[in-house]
């Protein structure tokens, strides 16, 4: 494979160490620079260090928190200098404290001053740096007239989230958060400050669109941007279903998604929870339409029909684009983070991307609800499953090719997201919280044909999956790690599911 990486002079001699690794010379390193940095035992460090998922506690031996380009390139050098371990932290929403390092000792660079957003008049684009989150993104775009897909969690960073993928309700009709980016601007291992783009280090940005934190910090992000829907719907039903009724659903489900008939306006999931009895499960459907309000009745009635007559909750909000965002975000209905502080949880998730081309078999759908309606109920604590639909006729996500990016599942269906709390949502978790959910995965999988090319979504990342390269990152793994060798031959940008790692 032909590497066109285009760095030229920009590629700088690598910098030897200079002085021991030690707090008190990093410390006076950052000083000098007028950059604000927290080391353990300073106050404020607990604070900053205390990670979305209360599971994983790891101590980076400093959090920095830059406010410009070259604040975060001094920052950089100073990590190399040291031979640190050094991680970007946008949102810090990593399911398991990627951002903070993953294991102890990392230089993190927290880019929570780093908050501008811009939209060129004239283009419609708009640069955002990468300590926005997606709450505040959406209403500043719409400001503007203007929005792109993202997740419906306002306060995840627009780093990791565009970095590794980006789905959203809008996403059949626009594609991932990643698959807008058209530029970036970011900080290398040795300091050096690049564009990426079609045009400029090509090779740079194939990679950062499906694994930017393997290879650099991402300062500030270029998207193309769309003009919002006129208008919006977020809808809502859940039923109290048995075993066979629940079943049947989700075969109905994906027999809607696959039929060709959905307009790509249509946004959706459904998902999976508690029943109210030993073999039952609540089963929900949910999403956003952005088609015409009068048309949502008719776009969704061919799927209600074959569900039971009379749901145990409806919920159908209409409004403009915006109204309808903050209806579906996830939690908390707004989007503006600073009007109250992000929440924690204490859990283990996992996923899986199904591809359209082999759809899950009746047998598959069928276990995975028995063993959610019977063992489920015998769990205590919050749980869920979530099937985000991706595909069907015409997706965005899916017609992009696979090899234009570095996101390596252009032929999804659904991607599942199950996930499993403690009891009360605080540590310590419960050792058979991981069998319980890894059982949800493997109750599909069990039943489908052994060759099934399933695969894994990098943004509910995990900790316990066997192969994760490949689930990952699939047939560009390789090509990943050349780039990784090229860019940071040192391994600087380095965590648990860094590209690079055996």
């Not at 604000?36 to 260090?49: S, V």
């Not at 990679?207 to 992000?221: D, E, M, N, T």
């Amino acid at each position: 494979m032909k590497l066109r990486l285009g760095f030229g002079l920009l590629i700088l001699p690598w910098f030897a160490s200079t002085w021991a690794q030690n707090t008190t010379g990093l410390r006076e390193k950052l000083a000098s620079q007028n950059i604000a940095a927290l080391f353990r035992n300073d106050t404020g460090y607990a604070a900053a260090n205390t990670g979305y998922n209360l599971r994983i506690s790891v101590e980076p031996i400093a959090i920095t928190f830059p406010t410009t380009v070259q604040q975060i390139s001094s920052v950089v050098i100073a990590g190399v200098e040291q031979h640190l371990r050094v991680v970007a932290r946008s949102g810090g929403h990593s399911y398991i404290a990627n951002s903070l390092g993953g294991t102890d000792g990392a230089l993190v660079v927290d880019l929570s001053q780093m908050k501008n957003i811009t939209v060129d008049p004239h283009t419609k684009n708009a640069v955002v740096e990468t300590g926005n989150r997606l709450g505040d993104i959406a209403l500043a775009l719409n400001e503007a007239g203007r929005g792109i897909p993202h997740g419906r969690c306002p306060y995840v960073g627009i780093g990791g989230h565009s970095g590794f993928g980006g789905w959203g309700m809008a996403s059949r009709m626009w594609g991932l958060t990643l698959d807008n980016i058209l530029s970036t601007t970011l900080v290398l291992a040795n300091g050096s400050i690049v564009t990426a783009s079609e045009d400029s280090n090509p090779e740079l940005f194939w990679g950062i669109r499906g694994s930017s934190a393997s290879f650099g910090i991402v300062s500030s992000i270029e998207f193309r941007t769309f003009p919002v829907p006129p208008s919006g719907t977020m809808y809502e039903y859940l039923w109290d279903m048995d075993i066979p009724t629940a079943t049947n659903a989700f075969i109905s489900f994906q027999q809607w998604a696959l039929s060709g008939t959905l307009p790509l306006t249509f946004g959706g999931e459904i998902g999976f929870l508690k029943g109210s009895s030993y073999g039952r499960v609540q089963f929900v459907f949910f999403g956003g339409y952005f088609g015409p309000a009068e048309t949502f009745n008719e776009t969704v009635a061919p799927f209600l029909d074959t569900l039971p007559s009379t749901p145990d909750l409806a919920n159908v909000t209409q409004g403009n684009w915006i109204e309808t965002l903050s209806a579906l975000a996830l939690g908390v209905g707004n989007l503006n983070t600073s009007t109250q502080p992000d929440t924690n949880d204490t859990f283990y998730a996992k996923s899986l991307m199904a591809p359209m081309d082999v759809p899950l078999t009746n047998a598959s759908m069928g276990a995975m609800v028995k063993y959610l309606a019977e063992v489920g109920f015998n769990r205590t604590g919050f749980w869920q499953v979530e099937v985000e639909l991706y595909g069907g006729k015409g997706s965005a996500i899916n017609q992009v090719p696979l090899n234009k990016t570095a996101f390596a599942h252009r032929n999804t269906l659904f991607t599942f997201q199950p996930q499993a709390s403690s009891a009360d949502h605080l540590p310590p978790y419960p050792e058979s919280g991981f069998g319980f959910v890894d059982g949800m995965v493997t109750s599909i999988t069990s039943n489908m044909p052994e060759n099934w090319n399933w695969g894994a979504y990098p943004n509910y990342i995990e900790d316990r999956l066997p192969n994760w390269q490949r689930r990952y990152y699939g047939p560009h793994y390789d090509r990943l790690k050349l780039l990784k060798g090229l860019v940071d031959p040192l391994d600087r940008f380095q965590f648990p599911t860094s590209i690079g790692e055996p």
